[in-house]
């Protein structure tokens, strides 16, 4: 009998750029991926120096039913002038996780995003047939398509989902709210994943969805 990995009907992998430049769109998926009830896991957690990195990640991919891909990066690096590769390669890994996995694996579920909806054909057209979700270039839209996607996965008879409209105005209060939190907790400085990922399960935790 194969054994589920803990949570991993609640995990959701999110593999996407670290730079400041996406911070913003980042810290609004973690905060919906938790307001509609799922964990959200990712590459950031494989801090751990004595444990192989990309070894962690497998794991943490293997851990979970859902991930997030955003291919939207694909500008040269200012400093070097090469592209960088992490998304399309962690992407190639959730995908062999599924066909390749166990029984449970291969029930995995993903969501491929990108600014534009056919943009991604002219870089990485292997994962042409795949559904594809433009996410535009602001915070409210990317809200709503990690909404909209992971609301198709919750009976609608058993679990209500606000709008995408509604969680983007729920992560505006909660980012009013983050300094608070900080203070009490003693954090200081910019927060790290697991940090900022706990500041959101708190406050969702008290703030639930009405």
């Known amino acids: 009998?194969?054994?589920t990995p803990v949570n991993f009907e609640r995990n959701v992998f999110i593999n996407c750029p670290f730079d400041?430049?996406?911070?913003?769109?980042?810290?609004?998926?973690?905060?919906?991926?938790?307001?509609i009830g799922f964990q959200p896991r990712c590459a950031l957690e494989a801090s751990n120096a004595g444990q192989f990195r990309?070894?962690?990640?497998?794991?943490?991919?293997?851990?979970?039913k859902y991930s997030?891909?955003?291919?939207?990066?694909?500008?040269?690096?200012?400093?070097?002038?090469l592209p960088r590769f992490n998304m399309p390669f962690e992407l190639g890994l959730d995908i062999g996780c599924q066909r390749f996995g166990n029984a449970v694996q291969r029930?995995?579920?993903?969501?491929?995003?990108?600014?534009?909806?056919?943009?991604?054909?002219?870089?990485?057209?292997?994962?042409?047939?795949?559904d594809i979700t433009a996410r535009g270039n602001s915070v409210p839209e990317v809200i709503e398509a990690v909404r909209d996607w992971?609301?198709?996965?919750?009976?609608?008879?058993?679990?209500i989902i606000p709008s995408g409209e509604n969680i983007a105005s729920r992560y505006a209060e909660f980012q009013l709210?983050?300094?608070?939190?900080?203070?009490?907790?003693?954090?200081?400085?910019?927060?790290?994943f697991v940090d900022f990922s706990y500041a959101v399960a708190t406050w969702v935790e008290t703030n639930p969805i009405a």
């Open 54 to 64: 990309l070894a962690k990640i497998m794991d943490i991919i293997s851990e979970c």
């Open 177 to 192: 709210a983050l300094p608070a939190i900080c203070k009490k907790l003693r954090w200081t400085g910019q927060l790290n």
């Open 20 to 35: 400041a430049t996406y911070t913003p769109f980042f810290n609004a998926i973690v905060f919906t991926v938790h307001d």
């Open 1 to 3: 009998m194969v054994k």
């Open 107 to 130: 029930g995995k579920i993903s969501l491929v995003l990108d600014i534009e909806e056919h943009r991604y054909e002219t870089f990485i057209s292997d994962v042409k047939g795949q």
């Open 68 to 81: 997030i891909h955003d291919l939207s990066h694909t500008a040269l690096d200012a400093a070097t002038g």
């Open 150 to 159: 992971l609301r198709n996965e919750l009976d609608p008879r058993v679990v």
